[in-house]
């Protein structure tokens, strides 16, 4: 029979690697799910003549941002783009989402569609969303104020 010597440090250095590569794999992961979709945080906020839905979509472009309402229901939805770095750069983190984003908000009561506006400023989306009697659909265009 062959004893073999036991090595504490052979033994926690393969921990160590088990451990980072569990680490590797979860952020990997985790980046895997960011670039996929994330959602913009918003606010509602109801007047008496119209709701104001508020969006938080820094980096996005107005071209990259869409807005559908059907009936009491808001959709906006896009895409942020990682920005693209030169030849000679290299990441060691990314942190900041990117990809597509969605949201959907149920509104209390239907809007005027005809009447509906969107602004887009300095990172921040507001749709202005008039209130009305009658359900009907249709797009926003997004207005950017800033250039």
Same mark, same amino acid.
């Given at each position: &029979? %062959?004893? +073999? ?8 250095? +393969? /921990? ?9 794999? !979860? ?19 109801? %007047? ?10 820094? $980096? ?17 939805? $896009? ?16 942190? @900041?989402?990117? $990809?597509? /984003?969605?949201? %959907? /908000? %149920? ?5 005027? &569609?005809? @009447? ?7 990172? &921040?989306?507001?749709? +202005? ?9 249709? !797009?926003? !265009? ?6």
């Amino acid at each position: &029979m %062959t004893l +073999n010597r036991w090595d504490p440090l052979r033994d926690l250095l +393969n /921990f160590q690697e088990r451990v980072s590569r569990l680490i590797d794999a !979860s952020a990997r992961e985790s980046l895997a799910r960011r670039q996929a979709c994330w959602s913009p945080v918003a606010d509602i906020l109801e %007047t008496p003549d119209a709701y104001v839905l508020r969006a938080e979509l820094p $980096g996005v472009g107005r071209d990259n941002i869409n807005i559908e309402v059907r009936g009491n229901l808001v959709r906006i939805y $896009g895409e942020r783009a990682l920005e693209s770095e030169p030849a000679i750069a290299a990441y060691h983190s990314i942190e @900041r989402v990117h $990809g597509m /984003f969605e949201r %959907t /908000f %149920t509104l209390p009561g239907p809007v005027d &569609m005809d @009447r509906s506006e969107a602004k887009y400023e300095d990172g &921040m989306l507001e749709v +202005n969303l008039p209130k009305s009697d009658e359900v009907r659909e249709r !797009s926003i !265009s997004v207005v950017c104020l800033s250039q």
